[in-house]
């Protein structure tokens, strides 16, 4: 592909012109999960969690087993839309793709291994932030030592890095490293979240984020750190898991006001 192509399938990809009835033929359940999954794209991108255009944020298409959104191989994420998301299957086969760009297959294969493994899962992140790879680095992982880390406490899966695959294998090895858990550490590599919404995905990855970025600066003062007791850091391990906890959907709505203060182009 012409450097002029890719570019005017890029524009097109972001145009803010789009005609109001360009999701006419989208499901609505379908369209609502694209503008948030574009949504957390955007979010990614104001809270700095992204590596270029690498990494992905995928989400399971309502109704479906076996399909998924994700983001287009080359779009940067602050310019990710709702109609812009590559719907593809299980195997990284695009189903539906309106800008030409496909997807990134290796990268898929993280994604798909927790999307087969795991119905409960929704939608899937994994980034390479500086912080979280310090973490992932690190032989005893993430610390309990302040609200943010404890409350990954005992509930963080680990998976060791064994190079760059992208086969049935490394799917399978993955799978059983999650098991049941909604975050992981990958040694050497990064941070993956699983979660049974696209606003549970962000709340999880956004505090992970968080815990290995306080980690690193406690560590780089030098200072002797206060390490509190396991039964506190397990009890506020539990006040995040209650089911009557509402301040994940009340925070979801207020980052959305203010992507949409900023730039609503993310919803078409």
């Not at 793709?97 to 990268?107: A, F, K, R, S, V």
């Not at 799917?171 to 550490?185: D, N």
């Not at 993956?192 to 980690?215: H, K, N």
């Amino acid at each position: 592909m012409g450097h002029s192509s890719e570019a005017a399938i890029l524009a097109g990809a972001i145009a803010t012109d789009r005609p109001p009835d360009a999701h006419a033929d989208c499901p609505p359940e379908e369209w609502a999960l694209r503008v948030d999954l574009a949504a957390c794209y955007r979010l990614f991108a104001h809270f700095r969690m992204t590596d270029h255009i690498y990494n992905h944020i995928s989400a399971r298409v309502p109704g479906r087993h076996d399909a998924f959104l994700i983001n287009a191989y080359g779009l940067r994420y602050d310019e990710m839309t709702a109609s812009s998301l590559v719907k593809v299957d299980c195997d990284g086969n695009v189903l539906h793709d309106t800008t030409g760009l496909g997807i990134n297959p290796g990268g898929f294969t993280i994604h798909s291994a927790v999307h087969m493994a795991r119905p409960d899962v929704v939608c899937v992140m994994h980034t390479h932030t500086p912080d979280g790879i310090a973490v992932a680095c690190q032989e005893d992982g993430l610390l309990p030592l302040t609200q943010h880390s404890m409350r990954f406490y005992n509930r963080l899966a680990v998976h060791d890095y064994q190079g760059v695959h992208f086969t049935d294998e490394e799917r399978g090895a993955l799978q059983r490293s999650l098991g049941e858990r909604k975050a992981m550490l990958l040694r050497n590599h990064g941070l993956l979240v699983a979660g049974t919404s696209i606003p549970d995905a962000f709340d999880i990855m956004y505090y992970l984020e968080q815990a290995c970025r306080i980690q690193t600066r406690m560590q780089s003062c030098g200072a002797k750190l206060v390490h509190p007791a396991p039964e506190v850091a397990e009890q506020v391990a539990r006040s995040f898991e209650r089911p009557t906890r509402k301040s994940q959907q009340k925070g979801w709505s207020a980052l959305l006001r203010m992507l949409d203060r900023q730039d609503p182009s993310f919803r078409e």
